[in-house]
């Protein structure tokens, strides 16, 4: 089993910045693929970003160029930067792990977070 807790949400005007961290606990040694979902009121969850045990990562190409995600073996850690922040990026961001790939919609993922908000003001 993987325990994944996020943190780092919160409030930011439009043109901020704020960066998300996802700490992984647990069998963490068969993880290939750590990422970043979101999920808006209304809206189906989302891919954001995603990062593979070599070191590739993907982006959805509502963030690319804005976000970056990072992770640090040492810590078990995730990150998610995400700058020049804009009101559609308004969701509850969801930290997900993976034996094999994070599916787009999120179906078939191994282990959630709970979520943490953040939410960009106009």
């Known amino acids: 089993q993987v325990q994944l807790v996020e943190s780092g949400g919160g409030l930011v005007q439009a043109g901020g910045s704020l960066r998300l961290s996802c700490a992984a606990s647990?069998?963490?040694?068969?993880?290939?693929?750590m990422g970043w979902y979101r999920q808006a009121p209304g809206n189906q969850r989302e891919l954001v970003a995603v990062?593979?045990?070599?070191?590739?990562?993907n982006y959805a190409e509502s963030v690319k160029g804005r976000f970056t995600i990072s992770g640090d073996n040492a810590k078990n850690s995730v990150f998610l930067q995400m700058n020049s922040l804009k009101p559609e990026d308004t969701a509850v961001y969801y930290c997900a792990a993976d034996k094999l790939v994070l599916a787009a919609a999120g179906r078939g993922v191994d282990y959630w977070g709970k979520g943490t908000l953040v939410t960009v003001s106009s």
């Open positions: 647990g069998t963490i040694f068969r993880l290939n693929a």
């Open positions: 990062i593979f045990s070599g070191g590739s990562t």
